[in-house]
């Protein structure tokens, strides 16, 4: 019998469970939980690297090795493994084995548009040593594989677009947030706030948009985002409604009752919560930078720049198109069903397979 093939994913970002990266991990491994008894069946055993507190988590069907800092540091202690998948291209963790073939999935390049300078440089230099040791590539969108190539070396042309699965929010029992009323109707936007996320523009709407209410939830850490914070305080902007990161049964109910999702990102590899949004049925008002336009298909009503009043013009114009179709939220939830994570799990687990049966690894 031939030795069993083992294969380590990364799932180190676990750590912020409700954070786009937390939320994909979490994602990948319940959708290919279903499958670890009929991989082992074909000799093929998956060993997931999670934090401590996720150990056991996603079913006995999985080997576990928790992240800590002497795994960090010395990636030597870590058994050797056949196939090293990273789910995304910002993690500590790195294979020390050479026999390993290492695929690593790239969610965006949003370093290049943020930072400056030799902050630049690190990242990409960072992020080219890792490519340069991959036997195989994946992006979540058309967009990053072209920004790929566009910033960085790839020897192989071969880069595969393999989109992120996404769960319907529908699926978790709603719960209401203490700070927003079930009476009223209001607009929603959910974010971690920083710049990219062009939040700021949504203040300036607000302010030409008396008659709505809307509410902000997500991540006040940064600077930026205390920023907007502030804003809203001394301009006394008093239709914005302010929340924390919604937990899973907070952001379902938020989606399922608001009027429409607002999401004017700059820089998205993907934009999870379009999707998300489009499940709930509800209408979804985006920018046409990055990604969006790909994942949002012709689904989205789409601002082309920011002006407060013309934003006005098209949240207003859209949302009476869609209240006067009957069907269109039937619609939006047809599309949304059309990313599932099984189908994402099933097209990994042939690329795992691909990669196992190649010949010896060879990096780019």
Same mark, same amino acid.
């Given at each position: 019998? =031939?030795?069993?093939?083992?294969?380590?994913?990364?799932?180190?970002?676990?750590?912020?469970?409700?954070?786009?990266?937390?939320?994909?991990?979490?994602?990948?491994?319940?959708?290919?939980?279903?499958?670890?008894?009929?991989?082992?069946?074909?000799?093929?055993?998956?060993?997931?690297?999670?934090?401590?507190?996720?150990?056991?988590?996603?079913?006995?069907?999985?080997?576990?090795?928790?992240?800590?800092?002497?795994?960090?540091?010395?990636?030597?202690?870590?058994?050797?493994?056949?196939?090293?998948?990273?789910? /995304?291209?910002?993690?500590?963790?790195? =294979?020390?084995?050479?026999?390993?073939?290492?695929?690593?999935?790239?969610?965006?390049?949003?370093?290049? /548009?943020?930072?400056?300078?030799?902050?630049?440089?690190?990242?990409?230099?960072?992020?080219?040593?890792?490519?340069?040791?991959?036997?195989?590539?994946?992006?979540?969108?058309?967009?990053?594989?072209?920004?790929?190539?566009?910033?960085?070396?790839?020897?192989?042309?071969?880069?595969?677009?393999?989109?992120?699965?996404?769960?319907?929010?529908?699926?978790?029992?709603?719960?209401? =947030?203490?700070?927003?009323?079930?009476?009223?109707?209001? #607009?929603?936007?959910?974010?971690?706030?920083?710049?990219?996320?062009?939040?700021?523009?949504?203040?300036?709407?607000?302010? &030409?948009?008396?008659?709505?209410?809307?509410?902000?939830?997500?991540?006040?850490?940064?600077?930026?985002?205390?920023?907007?914070?502030?804003?809203?305080?001394?301009?006394?902007?008093?239709?914005?409604?302010?929340?924390?990161?919604?937990?899973?049964?907070?952001?379902? +109910? %938020?989606?399922?009752?608001?009027?429409?999702?607002?999401?004017?990102?700059?820089?998205?590899?993907?934009?999870?919560?379009?999707?998300?949004?489009?499940?709930?049925?509800?209408?979804?008002?985006?920018?046409?930078?990055?990604?969006?336009?790909?994942?949002?298909?012709?689904? &989205?009503?789409?601002?082309? /720049?920011?002006? =407060? #009043?013309?934003?006005?013009?098209?949240?207003?114009?859209? %949302?009476?198109?869609?209240?006067?179709?009957?069907?269109?939220?039937?619609?939006?939830?047809?599309?949304?069903?059309?990313?599932? +994570?099984?189908?994402?799990?099933?097209?990994?687990?042939?690329?795992?397979?691909?990669?196992?049966?190649?010949?010896?690894?060879?990096?780019?």
């Amino acid at each position: 019998m =031939p030795p069993v093939k083992r294969i380590l994913i990364d799932l180190e970002k676990l750590k912020n469970r409700y954070v786009g990266l937390g939320e994909v991990s979490s994602r990948f491994a319940k959708a290919l939980q279903p499958h670890a008894k009929s991989l082992l069946e074909e000799g093929i055993s998956i060993y997931l690297l999670v934090p401590p507190s996720y150990k056991n988590h996603f079913g006995r069907e999985f080997h576990y090795i928790t992240t800590n800092f002497l795994n960090k540091r010395f990636p030597a202690l870590l058994p050797e493994f056949d196939l090293w998948h990273a789910i /995304h291209q910002t993690s500590s963790y790195v =294979p020390y084995y050479s026999k390993t073939k290492y695929l690593l999935t790239i969610h965006d390049l949003n370093f290049i /548009h943020e930072k400056q300078g030799h902050k630049v440089d690190k990242y990409k230099n960072g992020l080219q040593r890792k490519i340069d040791r991959a036997a195989a590539i994946t992006t979540i969108s058309d967009f990053t594989k072209k920004e790929v190539f566009q910033y960085l070396r790839v020897n192989d042309p071969s880069i595969t677009t393999i989109r992120n699965g996404v769960a319907d929010p529908m699926e978790i029992q709603p719960s209401r =947030p203490a700070k927003v009323s079930s009476n009223e109707p209001f #607009l929603f936007h959910l974010s971690a706030i920083s710049r990219k996320k062009n939040t700021d523009t949504l203040v300036d709407l607000m302010k &030409v948009l008396p008659e709505k209410k809307l509410v902000i939830a997500g991540t006040w850490r940064s600077k930026y985002a205390r920023q907007v914070l502030e804003r809203i305080r001394e301009e006394k902007i008093t239709n914005i409604i302010t929340l924390d990161q919604p937990n899973e049964s907070e952001k379902a +109910w %938020l989606y399922a009752h608001c009027e429409a999702f607002l999401f004017p990102s700059l820089f998205e590899g993907f934009g999870l919560p379009v999707i998300e949004a489009m499940y709930c049925g509800k209408p979804v008002f985006a920018s046409t930078h990055s990604s969006l336009p790909e994942i949002g298909s012709d689904k &989205v009503a789409y601002w082309e /720049h920011f002006d =407060p #009043l013309y934003m006005k013009e098209v949240l207003l114009t859209k %949302l009476q198109d869609y209240n006067q179709q009957a069907h269109r939220a039937a619609s939006l939830r047809s599309y949304a069903g059309s990313f599932s +994570w099984e189908e994402t799990i099933l097209r990994y687990i042939a690329l795992y397979k691909s990669i196992l049966t190649a010949g010896p690894s060879s990096s780019h």
